[in-house]
């Protein structure tokens, strides 16, 4: 790439991203501004509509004076848990449908897929109904556990465990090596890139979860984020300071994680060399 | 080689359960009781307060829901037996449905109780069904038309006759409200509750179009009169001509009227706490316009609490609830934080001195809530289809509002509604 | 390669996954099937409430709303995301960043997402200063039966785009880059080396970005429950609001859950014929 292009490249997906950026730019603006001027630059455009014309930080210490801040924990907590524990359990079972011969690997995988083409909202209610019967409202189990069952994550490993080459195992197997050995020293350093898009889809569906937390857990300890700042609106009056300030919050933290998590994705040095 | 799987795997599940427990809320050796709701914490912070330093055997939980998952939660949560919520919130327009699925408990043990504390049969009304209480009625609310009076010196209108009497007439706002526009301000007239049913049904009552459900158990659709055609087509012209906004959602209208943007703003009471602390915002109140020929007619109804049939602590969560409508401390302690009027009297006493404090700067807020609480308040229908008719009918009037033929819509959200409430 | 015999690996692996879909996925969904079969009033099984959905004008205008919305929303996402993924694949400075910010809209809560775009869409709004600054008509949006369903696409989009492009752009950087070299000095274009290596090369990829966003896409509903409620008129009325409608607010729960296993049963055909097309030989037993 000559010097021009790289300019021209890098200043068109600065526009890109800086695009897709502009809503959530203007919720934070909205999230230190006066409550009276939310709403006041919408049009025409002006600098204003923005950039705060007069700051203030009275709604976001009142958002966290408030048991914000334990929502913000427990979706943090949970979303966590759900990852680590997810992505184990994923993995797994995307190297089991990939790469171990047995009879009924398709009738299994396809079992799973279909679990994740069944949309959650339609089996919330049932699910309650099992869950209560375990005594698992406002726990954080409760709220975990609809997370770590992901066809979509262990679809997505599966996909990228049957593109290593068979090579690398059998010579792996010829060594001595069992099934676990070759699924932790050889696939899984190799598919870090993919662990982390598996992470991703764990991570943005307990993150982003509503619906569930709503019913299983609305007991102020046990609330999660999303749904704290759906409180800040009822029938007599929302509170748009408090909800555009909780919606800041409550993108920055993901904001941070991808930025970090960015740099892993990177292709690894062992998968091009053998890749024929 | 699979051990250490195994055994990873156990060993993260008992590191979770093991913070999980820890960070649970130790059970404490009083009586919990659990009350849900759709209303933030501090709203019920100080009833809650009062009534455990009255019975220290007792704890109350307050769990609150956003509003519009109320009723999910009610339905998940209460509809399948669960024990853990004894006391709730219930909107007294769904009381029906809930006490006709078994949803609340029989409250007619404490009749005489409740409507000695409660004496407006309206009220009453409103919190039962089949002639049994079901619910302890807690708030009300009613209407306010207020003005800007800015705006309305600009274009050198007289402000809207505060008292009940002379009220004005629909006809009459529309025109001062075009004028208003015409001289300046952004938007002439606006609905607090734009598209909902509890905002608009009064519009339908007062045209005498009827409330839209007929039958003995209110289970008809008849929304394709020639009233009801004529009067929807009325509330979409008003977004139609340019005079109100369209795509503002219920949420965003306060905004609006805060910002000196509008001229006219029929509104609940309870954004009187909102208007009064905007800086330099003159305005005023007056009572809700009424149709030409037709009669006065405001909304009402509001907050009511139920108990829960499987509850855990039965004596304990009626307790509360009783505590907390029934006697003039607890009925007024509900409002401390919150605008809607409690329907206890005593409550009501101790709580009108707040709004009585307001008639020299915006008008006599208080006179006219009480007229209307008294002589013009319908309440919705009580129907055990109510939720799948409002659905349908804020469905409706979003349609109206952005453009569709009135007749049109009614007649498909009739079908509708007649196909849905026969699965009933 | 022997079948392995031994089952315990297979459950070591496999075990806790198939337990997790089946215990908090399927088990609940043959529950809903079970309601979907029970007529609203009256013992035993029967088809009444499909009957009921099928004859209702609403639930036939979803499936047609939503058929049009996946044949719109589905190509233009991917190619979309195709695009960002192979525009950002090079190391300029900040483009973690950049990324970061295409990406960031889907780990927000949908009601926030709504409630901003919402506000944007106003008709008297941002974006229709910025249209009418551009010399035009300020435009319906929300507000129109016929722009709303564009506009649900435009925000769904916005939320979903950077999510496809993650995974796309994982893709592309585990191709190697001697394939590009050999195909350069073969004396291949830019277009011709992303037919011919890139493409076959994401193929896995490719398949799971479609089989997953296809799916995604028929069970949308936040943003039009928050924006439009299905209206106006019914023009944004997909499939998962009307499920959500019947289900959740008017509580009719037997009609929604003959809904969902409609809704499921095609998906499920979809994804199928999917499979079929994007299928590798490499795929079969290894």
């Not at chain 3, 337990?19 to 996925?25: E, I, K, N, P, T």
């Amino acid at each position: 790439m000559t010097a021009a292009e790289r300019v021209l490249r890098t200043l068109t997906i600065a526009a890109c991203g800086l695009l897709f950026f502009l809503p959530l730019w203007w919720v934070t603006v909205s999230a230190v501004r006066p409550q009276e001027e939310i709403f006041a630059f919408l049009s025409p455009l002006s600098p204003w509509t923005l950039w705060p014309r007069n700051v203030t930080l009275a709604h976001v210490v009142e958002l966290w004076s408030g048991p914000f801040a334990r929502a913000i924990f427990n979706s943090m907590y949970v979303t966590v848990v759900t990852v680590v524990i997810g992505l184990v359990i994923s993995a797994k079972a995307g190297f089991a449908l990939a790469v171990l011969p047995f009879r009924f690997r398709e009738g299994v995988f396809v079992v799973i897929v279909v679990s994740f083409l069944i949309p959650f909202d339609a089996i919330a209610l049932p699910l309650f109904g099992i869950m209560r019967g375990y005594g698992l409202q406002n726990t954080y189990t409760g709220l975990i556990l609809p997370g770590i069952g992901n066809g979509l994550a262990v679809f997505l490993l599966r996909q990228f465990f049957l593109g290593i080459p068979r090579e690398l195992r059998e010579a792996a197997m010829i060594d001595g090596m069992g099934w676990f050995g070759i699924f932790w020293r050889i696939y899984v350093p190799l598919s870090v890139p993919a662990l982390i898009s598996a992470g991703l889809i764990l991570f943005v569906f307990q993150w982003q979860a509503y619906l569930w937390p709503l019913i299983i857990a609305p007991a102020p300890d046990y609330k999660v984020a999303a749904v704290a700042i759906a409180q800040f609106s009822d029938f007599y009056g929302t509170n748009y300071s408090l909800i555009f300030a909780g919606s800041f919050f409550v993108s920055i933290i993901p904001m941070l994680v991808l930025v970090v998590f960015q740099r892993f994705f990177a292709a690894s040095i062992a998968t091009s060399g053998s890749k024929d | 080689m699979t051990k250490p799987t195994l055994a990873g795997g156990a060993a993260i599940f008992g590191v979770v359960a093991a913070t999980s427990l820890l960070l649970s809320a130790a059970a404490g050796a009083q009586t919990t009781i659990n009350f849900l709701s759709a209303q933030n914490d501090d709203v019920f912070a100080p009833v809650i307060e009062a009534f455990e330093a009255a019975n220290p055997e007792y704890r109350v939980v307050h769990q609150s829901v956003p509003f519009n998952d109320l009723n999910t939660a009610v339905e998940s949560r209460v509809g399948s037996g669960d024990s853990s919520i004894d006391v709730y919130a219930a909107d007294t327009p769904r009381v029906p449905a809930f006490a006709s699925k078994g949803y609340l408990v029989n409250l007619d043990d404490e009749a005489e109780a409740i409507e000695a504390a409660v004496p407006n049969p309206v009220e009453i009304d409103l919190v039962s069904h089949d002639g049994s209480i079901f619910a302890y009625p807690m708030w009300t609310s009613s209407q306010l038309l207020y003005f800007n009076r800015e705006l309305l010196d600009a274009a050198g209108i007289a402000y809207p006759d505060p008292a009940p009497e002379d009220r004005l007439t629909w006809e009459q706002l529309i025109a001062d409200a075009e004028a208003a526009q015409a001289a300046g301000a952004t938007w002439g007239f606006m609905f607090q509750q734009v598209d909902r049913y509890y905002q608009l049904q009064p519009l339908f009552e007062s045209a005498g179009a009827g409330s839209g459900l007929t039958g003995d158990d209110l289970l008809e659709p008849a929304l394709t009169g020639e009233k009801w055609i004529e009067t929807a087509q009325w509330y979409g012209d008003l977004f139609e001509s340019g005079l109100a906004p369209r795509g503002v959602t219920p949420a965003q209208t306060d905004d609006l009227f805060e910002r000196g943007e509008l001229a006219y703003f029929v509104g609940g009471p309870w954004a009187l706490n909102r208007f009064n602390q905007v800086d330099g915002l003159d305005y005023g109140v007056a009572p809700m316009p009424y149709f030409e020929g037709g009669e006065p007619v405001t909304p009402t109804g509001a907050w009511a609490l139920g108990i829960n049939p499987h509850a855990a602590n039965l004596e304990g969560a009626r307790k509360f609830a009783a505590f907390a409508t029934l006697t003039a401390e607890g009925s007024y302690l509900t409002t401390v934080n919150f605008a809607l009027m409690p329907t206890n009297a005593e409550g009501f006493e101790r709580y009108q001195g707040r709004l009585a404090e307001m008639t020299e700067k915006v008008g006599p807020v208080l006179d006219i809530m009480v007229y209307e609480m008294a002589n013009t308040a319908v309440v919705r229908p009580r129907s055990v289809g109510y939720v799948a008719f409002e659905t349908e009918m804020n469905q409706a009037f979003g349609d109206i509002r952005n453009g569709a033929d009135a007749a049109e819509v009614l007649e498909q959200t009739e079908n509708r509604l007649a196909r849905l409430l026969a699965r009933l | 390669m022997d079948r392995l015999r031994q089952p315990l690996t297979i459950l070591a692996f496999l075990g806790p996954a198939l337990l997790a879909v089946v215990l908090l996925r399927l088990w609940p969904a043959v529950f809903a099937v079970d309601l979907s079969l029970r007529p609203p009033r009256g013992e035993g099984y029967s088809l009444e409430n499909y009957q009921f959905i099928f004859t209702d004008p609403q639930f036939l205008n979803s499936l047609v709303v939503t058929a049009i919305y996946s044949l719109i929303v589905n190509p233009l996402q991917i190619a979309i995301a195709l695009a960002l993924a192979v525009l950002m694949n090079v190391a300029v400075p900040l483009i973690g960043l950049w990324r970061t910010m295409v990406l960031l809209p889907v780990a927000i809560p949908q009601s926030v997402s709504a409630v901003v775009w919402g506000v944007g869409l106003r008709p008297d709004g941002p974006v229709n200063a910025l249209v009418q600054a551009l010399g035009f008509e300020p435009q319906r949006f929300l507000t129109s039966p016929d722009q709303a369903l564009a506009s649900i696409i435009l925000i769904v989009s916005w939320i979903g785009v950077g999510y496809w492009m993650t995974f796309l752009l994982a893709g592309l950087q585990e191709i190697p880059r001697t394939l590009y070299e050999a195909a350069r000095i073969d004396g291949a274009s830019r277009w011709q080396q992303f037919r011919y290596v890139t493409l076959p090369q994401l193929r896995r990829t490719l398949t799971f970005v479609l089989v997953a966003n296809t799916v995604a896409n028929f069970l949308v509903f936040a943003p039009v429950q928050i924006l439009t409620q299905g209206g106006p008129q019914g023009s944004t009325n997909l499939i998962m609001n009307e499920i959500y409608s019947q289900g959740f607010v008017i509580g009719d729960a037997r009609s929604a859950a003959a809904a969902t296993v409609v809704l499921v049963s095609f998906v499920l055909a979809v994804v199928s014929i999917q499979f079929r097309m994007m299928r590798a030989p490499e795929d079969e037993e290894r």
